[in-house]
């Protein structure tokens, strides 16, 4: 079996759990476990010196291969012009959107020392999958290495249209990029035919046809939709095994026997936490009944605390839930909880269950697996119902989910209560489709699905198709 290479930003460490690792460690580690192979990225350390050679630790049947980055380098290419340029733009948020030439240059300059650094590494059999934004030009590093490999990448955020990608002034060159890869994948249908639109655009379309392999007409890489899924069973078991946690038995404890409306979210702009926080204390305004029945608990780690938008919506959740607290809390009752930290996943799932209500509002995602994870963890005799953005890559495939606009204040709240007031039936019918899907669909299908679409690029090269 060919060695498989995942290649990330970030590594999750081996030592360290997943508390706030994010969505994309999630699913790129239980892929790597299911399947075996090497991990390489950045170690989340930063140096005042040029990167130095990887380190390697073994654990299990998964390598982990991680460098060091130069404090310029992170601040230039994963805070600038990752986190600041691209991050916004693929989000629909040009309101946090910056670009800075450097920024772009240093972006290359690491990706350029991935490929120098991964090079050695490397085995003639391997399969490569690569992974987000911040790595887009790393085929072309390695194909100008010398590495004949089958290389593949999976956007783990949506693609925008090309009207919003136009505004990045270096867009022609990371489209040329990604058709340096052999697959490329997204979550949803429209991703792809965002992708596909901007390649068969005049302009671009002269400098792809060069890059083209496969004969197609209008693509020059083999792009598809990959939804990333998750491991539901383990979910569950998380969720049911019996062993509450701390956390969860005095959280049950606190709770007095009320509903639970349950947002786990990293805190990020594109989560749509404010919009999220004006629809409850809506809910409690237009269906006053809810006072003192419902809790709302909104888990919310900090990330990227580098970058000053981030820690902009961290003061206006306070401000807003202190707010709302203010307004409505009694003296045995507070309306919102509102938790700037990680939880361990079990935790996370043991809280999933006791939830009536899973509020899950971004105002735009790529995914999201909280989402699917909420669904998973529920009691199939007796489950929550799921609150849904329109404009996650989810709502594509959870159609059973309660679906909202998130930025439609009123439409959310009249959302949590029908949610929060869904008839037994019903709430088993919709769960029943929802988990049908995650069951089709799981992390492991997600793997295979990629993997098999490099072997088969790996195939057609064999053959000089
Ligand atoms: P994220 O933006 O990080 O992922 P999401 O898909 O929801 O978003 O994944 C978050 C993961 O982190 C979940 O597995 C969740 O359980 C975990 N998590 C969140 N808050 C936590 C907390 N407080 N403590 C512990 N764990 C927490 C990116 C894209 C998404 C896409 C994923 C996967 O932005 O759109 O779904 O990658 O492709």
Redesign the pocket.
């Known amino acids: 079996m060919s060695r498989l290479i995942a290649v990330s930003n970030r590594v999750a460490q081996p030592t360290g759990n997943?508390?706030?690792?994010?969505?994309?460690?999630?699913?790129i580690l239980a892929a790597l476990q299911d399947h075996g192979g090497v991990w390489f990225g950045w170690n989340g350390k930063t140096t005042s010196g040029e990167t130095g050679e990887p380190h390697i630790r073994q654990v299990g049947n998964i390598t982990y291969a991680t460098i060091d980055l130069n404090e310029t380098a992170f601040e230039k290419y994963y805070n600038g012009f990752s986190n600041t340029s691209l991050w916004p733009v693929c989000h629909y948020l040009l309101g946090y959107f910056r670009y800075d030439r450097r920024e772009y240059d240093e972006y290359r300059r690491v990706n350029t020392t991935f490929a120098r650094k991964l090079l050695p590494l490397l085995q003639p059999d391997d399969i490569i999958w690569v992974h987000?934004y911040h790595l887009i030009p790393l085929a072309s590093e390695l194909r100008r290495a010398g590495v004949d490999n089958p290389i593949g990448f999976?956007l783990?955020?949506?693609f925008p249209d090309i009207e919003m990608l136009r505004v990045l002034p270096v867009y022609t060159q990371l489209l040329r990029c990604l058709c340096a890869y052999d697959v490329v994948g997204f979550?949803t249908p429209r991703d792809l035919a965002a992708f596909n639109e901007a390649v068969s655009q005049e302009e671009i379309g002269g400098l792809l046809k060069a890059n083209r392999r496969n004969g197609d007409q209008t693509q020059c890489v083999d792009a598809d939709v990959f939804p990333?899924g998750?491991d539901v069973d383990s979910c569950y078991a998380l969720a049911t095994d019996g062993r509450q946690s701390d956390n969860t038995q005095r959280m049950i404890h606190h709770l007095h026997d009320r509903n639970l409306i349950i947002g786990?979210?990293?805190l990020?702009y594109?989560?749509g936490l404010e919009e999220r926080f004006c629809a409850v204390e809506r809910l409690f305004r237009s269906y006053p009944e809810n006072r003192g029945q419902v809790s709302f608990i909104q888990?919310?780690?900090k990330?990227r605390a580098g970058i000053r938008a981030y820690g902009d919506i961290r003061h206006a959740l306070e401000q807003k839930a202190g707010q709302i607290n203010g307004e409505f809390a009694d003296i045995d009752w507070v309306p919102i909880r509102y938790?700037n930290?990680?939880?361990?996943?079990a935790t996370?799932m043991e809280f999933f269950h006791e939830a009536k209500v899973g509020l899950?509002t971004?105002i735009r995602?790529?995914?999201?697996?909280?989402?699917k994870?909420f669904v998973a963890a529920q009691n199939p005799e007796d489950p929550g119902a799921l609150v849904l953005s329109r404009l996650?890559?989810?709502a594509h495939e959870l159609t059973d989910a309660v679906l909202v606009n998130p930025y439609d204040i009123d439409g959310v709240a009249d959302g949590i209560q029908r949610a929060l007031t869904m008839p037994l039936g019903e709430r088993r019918e919709r769960y029943a489709g929802m988990i049908e899907v995650l069951r089709r669909n799981d992390i492991t299908a997600w793997r295979t699905r990629f993997v098999d679409a490099l072997l088969r690029a790996r195939a057609r090269m064999a053959s000089g198709a």
């Open positions: 997943l508390k706030s690792a994010g969505g994309l460690a999630i699913g987000d999976f783990h955020v949506p979550h990333i998750i786990v979210d990293r990020d594109s989560k888990i919310a780690p990330t938790l930290r990680a939880f361990d996943r996370l899950v971004p995602d790529g995914m999201n697996l909280v989402a994870e996650a890559g989810a």
